[in-house]
């Protein structure tokens, strides 16, 4: 599986990666950026399986689950599991990568001023350590009143308060991975479906179309041209309009090139013949998409009414309101493995949804464009952007699922028997496990209690999701008004030098 990980990461980097500016260290780090993503967020299903896995479908323990003792001693390891790769993801967001992205940075420095590499490692070493030097200060107080405790109870007090630290740094991130959510995820699922239903447009009429509009260009430039013939020179608006046109022509002539190759591509030719599978799978995302927006609707609606506020978090322990997701998941419990298949595919979904949004509208920062994501033209400084919004979406994701499915990602499908009397007699019946069962009877997910450790952080989540909703249906609606996409989407742009079409071509 880690294979398998790795060689869809490396497939798909390369895929947009530019053969002009790439290197090394760039391109490897955006690669294991991109599966530490992948892998983080395939957690939250193995979470949810073993808590399920330790129990009979009739809700008794099995014989190896049976011990309190041994139940903590999974609950920990998956605790950790989500620790370290959390710690992972702390450290390549707040180090690695901005490391990296600075060393990149340098090289243009390096050739004109021919620096030596530890040079330029010196140079970017601020950067890097900037943000740990500042989280280090900021906890010097609390080690320093630790060590006036006893050695022992100063062990025991600074691994619970690292942990919290450390619980408290991924929440905070975790609060920019929901703008991340609420800004790419939500766009790209709607703009997901829409391309896949919509297609794109036909290339041979975009070609005819392209050699229209570089004719009325020649034109343009020929009767410009003729004013100076005389020998007269070209006024100042003359000459911009010239140089104007002079540069839509050969922008022009570089998109006919392109669409010259995509007309012979056989690409081009088997994506035609899968239109209708297109069709199909675009519109079964847009009924999953709209399924996950019901269900997060009915998730937000059921805290508003039966939560105790703000001051709690807007927590509330099992679900009062019908929510589709969570009942189709309690469903499909009895046939085994399909619930589990069904939250890894949701899990999968957002993650690739929101690299299709990030694919679509590109590296924003507020209202300016930084990077564009383009295939086999983007920038390993945009990639290493695009792999550390990942990272910070991914640690978005779990609440986002527990927000459409609260009641299965608490307890997976543990069931308990719960014990009646009737006509003097007691009888066992079994039943889901939810906020009204036994502690002892029922084993929360780590990811639950992880979730919601702070109450402050679960309050400014629940007001993310409903900015997700509202962004989710702007999106759809931008997406339906916006034509079919070219057939090379993407591949030239105004800014590219003729020399960029060597790398596209080869």
Known sequence: MFCVILAFCWVYIRKYQSRQESEVISTITAICALAIALITSALLPVDIFLVSFMKYPNGTYKDWAASNETRRQIEDTVLYGYYTLYSIILFCVFFWIPFVYFYYEEKDEDNVNKCSANERVHSVIPHGVHSVLNSWHSSKPLCLYINTFPPSLSFSLLLADGLDALSFSISSLTLIGMLAVITYTAYGMSVLPLNLIKGTRSVLYERLENTEDVEEVEQQIAKIKAKCEDGRPLSLRDRRNLQELEAKLQTLRRRGRHLEIAERSCCTKVGSALRPLKILLGV???????????????????????????????????????????????????????????????????????????????????????????????????????????????????????????????????????????????????????????????????????????????????????????????GLVVSCCRGKKSVIEGEVEADDSDFSDDEYVH
Request: charge should be positive.
């Open 284 to 474: 079964f995302f847009i009924l999953v998409a709209l399924l996950f927006t019901v269900a997060l609707f009915i998730s937000n609606l059921d805290k508003a009414l039966h939560s105790a506020g703000i001051s709690t978090g807007f927590i509330i322990f099992g679900t009062n309101l019908t929510n589709p997701l969570n009942e189709l998941l309690l469903a499909l419990q009895p046939v085994f493995p399909l619930d589990y298949v069904l939250i890894t595919v949701i899990t999968m979904y957002f993650v690739f949804t929101s690299m299709a949004g990030i694919r679509n509208m590109g590296i924003w920062f507020f209202w300016i464009r930084l990077y564009k994501i383009r295939p086999q033209r983007t920038r390993p400084q945009a990639l290493l952007f695009l792999c550390m919004i990942l990272l910070l979406i991914v640690l978005h994701t779990s609440y986002m699922i527990y927000s459409l499915a609260p009641q299965y990602v608490m307890y997976g499908s543990q069931k308990y028997l719960l014990q009646v009397r009737a006509r003097n007699q007691t009888a066992s019946t079994t039943k889901i496990c939810d906020a009204d069962a036994p502690e002892d009877q029922c084993t929360v997910t780590r990811s639950y209690l992880f979730l919601h450790k702070f109450w402050f952080f679960s309050t400014i989540y629940y007001f993310g999701n409903w900015a997700f909703l509202a962004v989710f249906l702007i």
